[in-house]
């Protein structure tokens, strides 16, 4: 996806525990990941501009939210999308890039974060169908057990936001907080599929920060 708005990158495995403090809403939460990915590999490449991102699904109402994660099993991935059948769920991705000098002085010179949601509405999936899904292997390493970009593609009846926001990297979001960092042209996203309908809306939720915070600072 970045290749496709023009950016040129190589891929950093990250060595964080991607673990958040307890208590923070799921825009908060994906942000301090996204955050702690993109500082703990801008160590092992200084003077580079490292991007993280981390995203999660979000089922039921607010108040009582249940996070999807990645299925540890297939009997766990059928459990996800059979709570995920014809209800309306959210995706929230977050996004942080960081820049860090090499001078005297090292050190975070910029972070910029940003968490945008979706909201998805699948339609009513058979036990056939979920079966033959997690069958496929696709699930078992996705946020929620599926990729909208994939295999369940067909499960979607709306998309209300970004939808790129759902298959994992929100590109506005990135050519947001690119822009100014680099200094190349960026093309514009590629539109997404015509398979269900794509409405605007959904939420974002900005953080600009100079300097990056202590707790992730120390765990270098």
């Known amino acids: 996806m970045l290749g496709r708005i023009g950016v040129e990158f ?13 208590g923070l809403d799921p825009e908060d939460a994906v942000i301090h990941l996204a955050l702690e990915k993109a500082v703990s ?15 999660a699904v979000v089922a039921g ?12 099993s297939p009997i766990e991935a059928e459990e996800m999308l059979a709570q ?10 977050g996004v942080a ?15 910029r974060c940003e968490a945008t949601t979706s909201i998805v509405e699948f339609r009513c999936l058979s036990d056939d169908e979920i079966t033959g899904y997690v069958a496929s292997g696709e699930p078992m390493d996705k946020a929620g057990a599926y990729a909208i970009q994939g295999g369940a593609a067909s ?10 926001n759902i298959v ?11 822009k100014g960092l680099m200094h190349i042209p960026f093309a514009p996203p590629p539109p997404p599929p ?24 120390a765990r270098r």
Request: hydrophobic share 40%; net charge negative; aromatic share 6%.
């Open 10 to 22: 190589i891929v950093a495995p990250c060595a964080s525990e991607e673990s958040s403090p307890p």
């Open 168 to 178: 994992g990297l929100g590109l506005e979001s990135v050519s947001r907080l690119l």
């Open 155 to 164: 499960f979607v009846k709306r998309v209300v936001g970004d939808y790129y």
């Open 97 to 111: 890039v960081v820049h860090q000098s090499t001078g005297e002085a090292d050190g975070i010179l910029e972070a």
């Open 194 to 217: 015509t398979l269900f309908p794509i409405l605007p809306g959904g939420d974002l939720r900005s953080y600009r920060h100079r300097g990056a915070p202590e707790e992730l600072l």
């Open 61 to 72: 109402p607010d108040g009582s939210a249940v996070w999807l994660g990645k299925p540890s």
């Open 84 to 93: 995920l059948s014809g209800r309306v769920h959210r995706v929230v991705t």
């Open 41 to 55: 590999v801008s160590y092992m490449h200084p003077a580079s501009i490292v991007l993280g991102a981390d995203t």
